[in-house]
């Protein structure tokens, strides 16, 4: 890869895309933008209701119910003769239609009582009597419950400062009272200081329960630690991904269309100086909107106050975001090698974008509330956020496998950027085969590819997770672990599969048992790796035990030669399930779905026999 | 009319033979799947008594005053008080995980009582266990109002019976059911946007041209084609919802409104495609466009998301249905008037 030429090629893809935006698609693009910016805040000032007027409730004017019912948008009040409402309050008492939408207004209703209440102590004189309790939280960490690890740290005492933090009272006045009783000032309290409540700017840096940091007010204002605020400020940075794709995803699928890549193709520039000069405008770019939302961010929501904090909140802000930039780029320039037509890449475009939004958005939710958050960079966009440092063991978790999967994809797209196979049609499961199959040099990278495929693995078994959740646990544990074992199985034998396809072995079963090998050694290799990185920078993740602890032996106690034993056990299971789908593979497509089938089973067996003896 | 029907038939055979649609099926499940873990989750973190009964908390109750807290904690079933004599001894009980937090209070002079609560840091419980802090700190607050009520001159609203209701009822009508609605919609506009830049940039437009096709013909049958998907996919999430148990109110006026949007959405598609040609200045604008309308409906005095709660959930005032009606004229116009652009103007060269 020569930089001159990569330079060059990324300055063709700007002034080409310069010459296209004439002075009409400018105009109506900056038109476009206005009205974004001029509806933006006028619909956030309006609010986002979803919930406006879905039930309906017969209360009189002069029930003190009514003012409740009328100030809250999600009720509508009628009256209570009539017959068609939810709720009904009478004089003889409240009553619900019996049905699940008659239950669930009553229960709307009680909060909103509960909420008008407060509204209406807030203008009592006597600030005590309206509000006889005052709370503050604070977040102390349990030691692990049930057993488990030593008991030592049992030992330690309270920190000075949690108990008797005395000193605030006498603060009368209305609404909840806000004296700092000095615990730690880290993490500025939104709830306590303004009114009642919070309203206004979205407040970052509100319960930071990473260090303790505590709240207090009325007990109303006690909320659980969830970034909401953060995290609609985090999306901001994945938003504007999903329009730059759609035009990296056009300018790569152009190239496809009558053959106009081939002029790049026979000129002196390697794939990689093409495939890196088209993608650098794109990342710049990316980079670019990133760098402007994060400092716009930064700014107007400080952390703390200092050019200098600022300039770091976004400076870690925007190196968490580049890896979801990249993977972006990269997913969407595979796709766009394997789509046939527009509309193809068009569905392909819209799966990648809500695929990996939510991969980087939801587990920023459990942001303090699970580990499992850290594996999405957007955790580290809302930390730094909120003002908490990151160090650079968290950042390589979290983003590694992201640059581990960008670059797995680049690898696989560009071994598809050639003539024979750019320019022909064939649909993305074949395309797809292709792509693995010129990855493949000989019996070894077999292994190698086997050992790339981890990070996909673990994103399919986390979906598989997330999309299993909602089932009762009889039945989604043993989906659960058929669906990890069929991920895991695909990954180990896809690639043989594509290399059988394409001839590349000898369909001998000599060939069969060592490619067989192979793949299960580089799997056990690859989850090994990934298992030494899970106990450096997640030690307690319980999440993931259920999922991956199984066959990685982790976190299981016992004598050191069963460990010696569970370490190897995976090893015996990855060959034996990948030489039997590598058998399939060596003959055709339904002895390769048959002995997949096989393979899943063993392997659920195998997970299903280390969950129930060591779990 | 059956030359643009098969126009339309093309344009669905292509998509049948990629068969990458199937994608587009996937990602509505995978959203409905995904959010129903998302609210099934949170809502089990934020209110758990929905989804485990069985869960009682157990708080450690300390300081002076501890006692006046205690008879509001053992008065529900799902709380349980343990009292403390010396917060250290609640504190090392917590620390082991023996109680779930603790509750130390004070009274002030003013005889406003100050709780310190302690909740767990950092794991899954920490939602579960600072909601409950907030209910009983609650029921305490009312407790203490009841008390002092003398002092008052504003009476607080007695609360509504509690009910059991799963928090997830309200969320299937105001976000699933209009997410799985409108999702297609989109989708249907911006393919919509690609088949006729497609026909641009491949230049087989000029092979449709000489068919005896009208261009008015070949614009109509590509948007029949992709304006007839949404709904279909809207209808078949609604069957699939009430044969899980969700009842549908208003399935025919919701579809009607989904067919007035979907037909809006893929006139601008075409539109801009029609305009612009390349497909990535149409998309881009296209779906920055999409956004641009599809935020300014919650100006209106009903967006069409609401509106789809409310029909579903079946208490749509008047004004729902007015606003149905409105969707459908304004589309149809929207339609019309392109028609008559491209009646006049043609296809271009």
């Known amino acids: 890869m020569k930089a001159r030429k990569t330079l060059r090629i990324a300055r063709w893809e700007v002034s080409k895309n310069a010459g296209q935006f004439d002075r009409r698609t400018v105009a109506v693009a900056a038109a476009v933008l206005l009205l974004v910016a001029v509806l933006t805040p006028l619909v956030a000032s309006q609010g986002i209701t979803l919930d406006d007027g879905i039930y309906r409730v ?23 003769e009539t017959e068609n409402a939810d709720v009904w309050i009478r004089s003889d008492g409240i009553r619900a239609t019996d049905t699940q939408k008659g239950r669930a207004a009553l229960a709307e209703l009680r ?112 909320a659980p630690p969830f970034p909401f605020e953060s995290l609609v400020l985090a999306f901001a940075f994945v938003l504007p991904m999903n329009f730059v794709i759609q035009a990296y995803a056009s300018t790569i699928l152009d190239e496809r269309i009558n053959d106009r890549g081939e002029l790049l193709l026979v000129s002196p520039v390697s794939r990689g100086d093409i495939i890196a000069g088209k993608t650098l405008p794109y990342l710049l770019g990316m980079v670019a909107i990133a760098s402007v939302t994060a400092v716009g961010i930064a700014v107007l929501t400080p952390a703390a106050d200092g050019a200098v904090s600022i300039a770091t909140t976004a400076g870690t802000s925007v190196l968490a975001v580049i890896p979801i930039a990249l993977l972006f780029l990269a997913s969407s320039f595979v796709g766009a090698m394997f789509a046939r037509s527009f509309k193809e890449l068009t569905f392909v475009t819209v799966t990648l974008s809500v695929f990996l939004t939510s991969y980087a958005f939801v587990p920023a939710i459990f942001t303090n509330v699970h580990p499992v958050a850290s594996i999405s960079p957007l955790t580290l966009v809302v930390r730094a956020l909120r003002g908490t440092a990151v160090t650079l063991g ?76 909602a089932l009762p646990v009889e039945l989604s544990m043993p989906i659960l672990l058929i669906a990890i074992a069929f991920v895991e199985e695909v990954a ?44 450096v920078g997640l030690p307690d993740l319980e999440l993931g035990r259920a999922a991956f602890g199984t066959v990685t032996g982790l976190g299981v106690e016992t004598s050191p030669l069963v460990l010696a034993g569970l370490l190897f056990a995976p090893l015996a299971l990855h060959a034996v399930t990948a030489t039997t789908t590598a058998y399939g593979a060596s003959r055709d497509r339904r002895w390769y779905a048959i002995t997949l089938v096989w393979a899943t089973l063993v392997h659920a067996a195998y997970n299903l026999t280390v969950v129930s003896h060591l779990g | ?101 603790v509750l130390a209070v004070e009274r002030g002079d003013d005889g406003r009582a100050h709780v310190w609560a302690t909740a767990p840091d950092g794991n899954v419980r920490t939602t579960l266990v600072v909601t409950q802090i907030r209910d009983a700190l609650e029921a305490f607050e009312r407790h203490e109002r009841d008390r002092l009520s003398s002092r008052l001159e504003r009476t607080p ?19 699933l059911i209009p997410l799985l609605t409108f999702l297609p919609v989109f989708l249907s506009g911006s393919v919509a946007v690609d088949a006729i830049a497609e026909e641009y940039d491949r230049g087989t437009l000029e092979l449709l041209r000489v068919t005896p096709l009208t261009p008015t013909d070949i614009v109509d049958g590509k948007m029949l084609a992709m304006g007839i998907l949404a709904p279909v996919q809207a209808g078949a999430w609604l069957a699939l919802l009430s044969f899980n148990g969700t009842q549908i109110a208003n399935p025919v006026e919701i579809l009607l409104l989904v067919t007035g949007l979907s037909l809006a959405v893929v006139t601008m598609g075409a539109a ?78």
């Open chain 1, 492 to 535: 180990k034998s896809v690639h043989v599969y594509a290399g059988f396809a394409h001839a590349r072995f000898a369909r001998s079963l000599r060939s069969v048992g060592i490619l067989g090998f192979l793949s299960g050694l580089g799997f056990f290799l690859g989850e090994k790796a990934v298992a030494v990185a899970q106990l």
């Open chain 1, 111 to 222: 909060t909103t009582v509960e909420s008008y209440n407060d509204r209406l102590m807030a203008a009592e004189a006597d600030g005590s009597a309206a509000f006889p309790v005052e709370v503050s939280v604070e977040y102390v960490e349990q030691d692990r419950v049930g057993g488990g690890g030593a008991s030592a740290p049992a030992t330690r005492t309270p920190d000075e400062g949690e108990v008797g933090l005395g000193g605030s009272d006498g603060s009368g006045g209305d609404g909840s009272p806000g004296d700092e009783s000095g615990t730690d000032a880290s993490g500025d309290n939104s709830g306590t200081g303004d009114g009642d409540g919070q309203v206004g700017a979205p407040s970052v840096g509100s319960q930071g329960s990473l260090f303790g940091g505590g709240q207090q007010g009325t007990p109303s204002d006690v």
């Open chain 2, 272 to 349: 801009t495609a029609l305009a612009f040609r390349e497909r990535k200045q149409s998309q881009f604008l296209f779906s920055m466009g999409v956004l641009v309308v599809f935020s300014a409906t919650y100006l209106l005095p009903e967006s069409p998301p609401n509106a789809v709660a409310k029909l579903a959930i079946g208490s749509p005032p008047t004004l729902t249905h007015a606003m149905v009606g409105v969707y459908l004229v304004i589309s149809a116009v929207g339609f019309l008037a392109l028609r008559r652009v491209v009646g006049r103007r043609g296809l271009g060269t």
């Open chain 2, 1 to 101: 009319m059956d030359k643009r029907l098969t126009v339309a038939g093309r344009e669905l055979a292509s998509l049948r033979s990629e068969k990458t649609i199937v994608l587009a099926i996937l990602i509505q499940l995978f959203v409905a799947a995904f959010s129903s873990f998302l609210a099934v989750g949170l809502v089990s973190l934020y209110d758990p008594g929905s989804v485990s009964n069985q869960f009682v908390v157990e708080f450690g109750v300390t300081g002076e005053d501890g006692e006046d807290l205690v008879p509001v904690l053992e008065a529900k079933d799902g709380w349980r008080a343990v009292e403390y004599d010396t917060e250290e001894a609640a504190m090392r009980d917590f620390r082991r995980g023996e109680i779930h937090a």
């Open chain 1, 58 to 80: 017969g209360v009189a004017e002069d029930s003190p119910y009514y003012d409740p019912v009328a100030e809250d948008p999600t009720f509508v009040a009628v009256s209570p």
């Open chain 1, 394 to 469: 968290e950042y390589a978790f979290s983003t590694g496998p992201l640059y581990l999967s960008s670059a797995v994809l680049f690898a696989l797209g560009a071994g598809v950027y050639r003539e024979e196979d750019m320019f022909t049609q064939r649909s993305v499961p074949l395309k797809f085969l292709d792509a693995l199959n010129g990855q493949i040099s000989g019996a070894r990278s077999v292994a190698k590819l086997s050992a790339l495929s981890i990070p996909f693995v673990f994103v399919g078994e986390l979906l598989a997770v997330a999309l299993l959740f």
């Open chain 2, 157 to 175: 609203v007695e609360l509504p019976p509690d009910s059991s209701s799963s928090p997830y009822f309200g969320f299937t009508y105001t976000v």
